[in-house]
């Protein structure tokens, strides 16, 4: 046997170990769901005589199933295809600027939020986001930030019965 490429063979590679860390992982959730699942009352109603153990129980199956399945992959040499659509150059360095301005920008709105309210520290958080990646329409920004942290207030306290804190603006929203 030769090591001509044109042979229609791959030339043996090695497994990339980091991706038995991602098995283990999916491995160690299933389990989780599993243990986890099995904690849940026994809760059976006449409109669900199932209950609620079942679905947990079979998501953390799939889970191992999934986690085994991959790891026998990875064993035979198989590896992930690179990204094809992203415009991204993985030589380039981290833009260390861009990630500090984004972790500054959802600090400070796990800071504010109770002292001024999800729609304050919410707008605060979408434009100091839009901010940090680059845009600088800044009253703009402003504006639909506004705009989404209502949006996301409203949808919360009408669609999902979740109360947002309201802080500054108690008694207003």
Same mark, same amino acid.
């Given at each position: 046997?030769?090591?001509?490429?044109?042979?229609? +063979?791959?030339?043996?590679?090695?497994?990339?170990?980091?991706?038995?860390? *991602?098995?283990?992982?999916?491995?160690?959730?299933?389990?989780?769901?599993?243990?986890?699942?099995?904690?849940?009352?026994?809760?059976?109603?006449?409109?669900?005589?199932?209950?609620?153990?079942? *679905?947990?129980? !079979?998501?953390? *199956?799939? !889970? $191992?199933?999934?986690?085994?399945?991959?790891?026998?992959?990875?064993?035979? #040499?198989?590896?992930? +295809?690179? +990204?094809?659509? +992203?415009?991204?150059?993985?030589?380039s360095?981290?833009?260390?600027?861009?990630?500090?301005?984004?972790?500054?920008?959802?600090?400070?709105?796990?800071?504010?939020?109770?002292?001024? #309210?999800?729609v304050?520290?919410?707008?605060?958080?979408?434009? #100091?986001?839009?901010?940090?990646? #680059?845009?600088?329409?800044? *009253?703009?920004? $402003? $504006?639909?930030?506004?705009? $989404?942290?209502?949006?996301?207030?409203?949808?919360?306290?009408?669609?999902?019965?979740?109360?947002l804190?309201?802080?500054?603006?108690?008694?207003?929203?």
């Amino acid at each position: 046997m030769t090591d001509d490429p044109a042979d229609g +063979e791959r030339p043996a590679t090695r497994p990339d170990r980091a991706q038995y860390g *991602v098995c283990a992982f999916l491995a160690l959730v299933g389990a989780l769901v599993i243990v986890d699942a099995t904690r849940i009352g026994h809760a059976v109603s006449s409109a669900d005589p199932v209950g609620p153990k079942p *679905v947990p129980i !079979l998501l953390g *199956v799939l !889970l $191992l199933v999934i986690a085994a399945i991959y790891a026998v992959d990875v064993a035979r #040499g198989g590896t992930g +295809e690179p +990204e094809a659509g +992203e415009d991204v150059d993985l030589s380039s360095p981290i833009d260390w600027r861009t990630l500090l301005l984004l972790i500054g920008a959802f600090l400070v709105n796990a800071v504010l939020i109770d002292r001024l #309210g999800w729609v304050i520290s919410g707008s605060l958080l979408f434009w #100091g986001c839009a901010f940090a990646l #680059g845009n600088r329409h800044h *009253v703009r920004n $402003l $504006l639909i930030a506004v705009a $989404l942290s209502l949006i996301t207030f409203y949808t919360f306290a009408i669609g999902l019965g979740v109360n947002l804190p309201a802080g500054v603006l108690q008694g207003i929203l």
